[in-house]
């Protein structure tokens, strides 16, 4: 009897570190199909850990001009529609409303006009059968169809929700009857209405966020829905991904006898003022002569490839340590090429595991140093010459996802450079609050492999 086969759908980077480093795939009898655009490093690295029978490339995507302008109208009446559903206009801000050149402000202007007439649900669910006529239009999946009556998967499992191509390969497996499995990515996608794709089976990482799909996109039933946590959280209970202390500490020029300042930098849209942050931390621990106590570790995001952070840190660079992610990247740095290697998860563990205490804007670096039980701060006040003008922590603050923190005590709030010093050296573990926030949104991260493991079983 021929064994069934996993369609494993990885249309980029995303996914590769929670889903094919962690033990999701691992104790299936079935075979697995890696279905990607990865170079060969990139697989070499996802088989040190998952044992992929085949791999095929996904073949070039060009989306109609149809396809796109049915998606963004979707996504925009979507945003209209979650707003009124939760009355939060920084749901608005997901969409890009300052296109530069005169063909999008013509494309895009079109859209913005009728985005308002498609209010009601009904009008956007015509909508989505529009798009998923277009999708099927398209000779990409035509192509997609053919892979797959070759290949003939029992099921298609994609490692996030919003991926372009993603929707056209979702659209032909259903055509050809085979069963569809997507994982909602992040705490903060749901509300954003970048939904790409039409599964059967979608797995969320709570009971909360299974509510929010419920709020969001009601034609989804229950029955389709299975909470199973999300894996990136599994690390932190493997001591084997803790690096020894001494490797660690000489590896990043660290001194074993001051504590760590965990600063976690966040992409330069979301945070464009994060080196002034930075250099504010480093001016007050200075100025309170904590220098020979502490020590200030920089994590910055992955994907930020600015450089913005080394004037600071060469100006301090007895007290600014850098822990670089260690992540793969291709020369033209494409996202769908950009994804953490297996050290970079002991490297984030163990960043966690030393260190006091985390700074950040609003990161969910905040679940990650409460694995261990450490304290976050999270930064509360403007810069008074900013690099952006209309930028501002309080509209971050405001981002849907963050009504999931039911008490503001969950993290300490910083609210002005003078407030450095005593916040980050008052508090020592995690608040009863934050224990609180981490299980609405964590919720049942242990053992979130075996879940979702069992959640594709049930669909082969």
């Known amino acids: ?58 073949p070039d995507y060009r989306e109609s001009v149809k396809e796109k302008f049915l998606r963004e109208l979707i996504c925009l009446s979507r945003l209209h529609y979650n707003n009124s559903k939760v009355h939060n206009p920084t749901l608005l801000k997901n969409w890009n409303w300052n296109q530069k050149t005169f063909s999008k402000k013509i494309f895009y202007k079109t859209i913005e006009f009728l985005a308002p007439f498609f209010k009601h649900y009904k009008s956007i669910l015509n909508l989505e059968k529009r798009y998923q006529k277009a999708l099927r239009k398209n000779s990409f999946c035509k192509e997609i169809k053919d892979i797959l009556k070759q290949v003939k998967p029992t099921v298609v499992f994609c490692s996030h929700q919003r991926a372009l191509k993603a929707a056209p390969i979702f659209a032909a497996a259903k055509d050809l009857g085979i069963r569809t499995t997507t994982v909602i990515y992040s705490w903060d996608n749901l509300p954003k209405a970048r939904m790409a794709l039409k599964a059967d089976n979608y797995l969320v990482w709570s009971d909360y966020m299974q509510q929010e799909l419920n709020l969001y996109y009601p034609e989804i039933d229950s029955s389709q829905i299975n909470v199973t946590g999300t894996p990136q959280f599994e690390f932190y209970e493997d001591s084997k991904k803790i690096i020894n202390k001494e490797i660690f500490y000489q590896t990043y020029n660290l001194d074993p006898n001051k504590k760590i300042i965990c600063y976690s930098g966040d992409d330069t849209k979301t945070s464009p003022d994060d080196p002034k942050y930075l250099r ?123 009504k999931s923190m039911s008490d503001s005590n969950a993290v300490i709030w910083l609210n002005s450079k003078e407030e450095i010093v005593d916040k980050i050296t008052s508090e020592k573990s995690c608040s009863a609050e934050m224990i609180k926030w981490k299980e609405v949104v964590l919720e049942n991260y242990k053992n979130s492999s075996g879940k979702i493991n069992n959640a594709i079983k049930i669909n082969l």
Request: proline share 3%; hydrophobic share 40%.
């Open 280 to 402: 504010d931390i480093a001016e007050e621990i200075i100025k309170a002569n904590l220098h020979d106590e502490y020590q200030i570790l920089l994590r910055r995001c992955p994907i930020d490839f600015s450089g913005r952070f080394d004037e600071v840190v060469s100006q301090y660079k007895d007290l600014i340590k850098e822990a670089p992610p260690l992540w793969y990247f291709s020369k033209s740095k494409e996202w769908n090429s950009v994804y953490p290697t297996l050290d970079d998860v002991k490297l984030l563990v163990s960043t966690a595991f030393y260190s006091e205490i985390v700074i950040n804007v609003g990161s969910t670096m905040a679940f990650d140093f409460a694995m261990f039980n450490k304290p976050c701060v999270f930064i509360n006040y403007d810069q008074k010459q900013k690099t952006v003008n209309n930028w501002s922590v309080k509209t971050i603050y405001n981002y849907q996802h963050f």
């Open 1 to 58: 009897m021929e064994k069934s086969k996993i369609l494993l759908l990885f249309p980029d980077g995303v996914g590769i570190r929670n889903y094919l480093y962690s033990s999701v795939f691992n104790h299936l009898e079935e075979d697995l199909i890696l279905f990607h655009n990865f170079d060969t490093e990139t697989i070499k690295a996802i088989q040190q850990n998952t044992d992929i029978h085949e791999e095929l490339t996904i």
